[in-house]
Nanobody, 114 residues
Framework: QVQLVESGGGLVQAGGSLRLSCAAS????????MVWYRQAPGKQREWGAL???????NYADSVKGRFTVSRNNAGNTVYLQMSSRKSEDRAVYSC????????WGQGTQVTVSS
């Protein structure tokens, strides 16, 4: 089993920066990748950024060039650095980790003020 806990959400001004964290515990050795998703009000959940066990990163077009995914040396915490925030970035951001199973965190709310 893997437990995921997100943190770092809050209110940020448009154009500002914010960093989210996803701390993983448990059987993290079984994970192949960790993925950041978001769900805006009234919209379906969409993926934003992922980082694989080997360190490969990939981004959705909606965040490419503005968001950066990274992790700590221990590999148990993944970060999402969000820059040049837009109003459409307002959403609940959730961390997903998968290996043979999928695991989800509880999500963290991000609000962008104009």
């Amino acid at each position: 089993q893997v437990q995921l806990v997100e943190s770092g959400g809050g209110l940020v001004q448009a154009g500002g920066s914010l960093r989210l964290s996803c701390a993983a515990s448990g059987s993290i050795f079984s994970l192949n990748a960790m993925v950041w998703y978001r769900q805006a009000p009234g919209k379906q959940r969409e993926w934003g950024a992922l980082i694989t066990r080997s360190g490969t990163k990939n981004y959705a077009d909606s965040v490419k060039g503005r968001f950066t995914v990274s992790r700590n040396n221990a590999g148990n915490t993944v970060y999402l650095q969000m820059s040049s925030r837009k109003s459409e970035d307002r959403a609940v951001y959730s961390c997903n980790a998968y290996g043979t199973k999928h695991y989800w965190g509880q999500g963290t709310q991000v609000t962008v003020s104009s």
